[in-house]
């Protein structure tokens, strides 16, 4: 069973850059898909970004396309979120997930079977 730990988050203006990190205990690490989701008060979870195990696919949400990149490091078990261009709207906490019993990046909760404690991102205006 992979654990997650997040890392990264804080406390930044709009218009500034975040990188979040994702360390995963498992040594194959490169079988999982990795996905990041995020939850703002009163909100439910919803994706944010996810990279298929060979990094040849990533899909991205419509609200932060453009501005978000997703990564990964499978040699070092890693996987990150780097993020431009934040707005107020991306405040929330911010989970890493994984899964290795899908074939293709999923966009559901349900998709993931393994999640991180999460990170506070916090973008002021």
């Known amino acids: 069973q992979v654990q997650l730990v997040e890392s990264g988050g804080g406390r930044v203006k709009a218009g500034g850059s975040l990188r979040l990190s994702c360390a995963a205990s498992e040594r194959t690490f490169g079988s999982y898909i990795m996905g990041w989701f995020r939850q703002a008060p009163g909100k439910e979870r919803e994706f944010v970004a996810g990279?298929?195990?060979?990094?040849?696919?990533?899909v991205y949400a419509d609200s932060v396309k453009g501005r978000f990149t997703m990564s990964r490091a499978n040699a070092m078990s890693m996987a990150y979120l780097q993020m431009n261009s934040l707005k107020p709207e991306d405040t929330a906490i911010y989970y890493c997930a994984a899964t290795k019993t899908r074939l293709r990046v999923g966009q559901r909760q349900e998709d993931y079977d393994y999640w991180g404690q999460g990170t506070p991102v916090t973008v002021s205006s």
């Open positions: 990279k298929s195990w060979s990094g040849s696919n990533t």
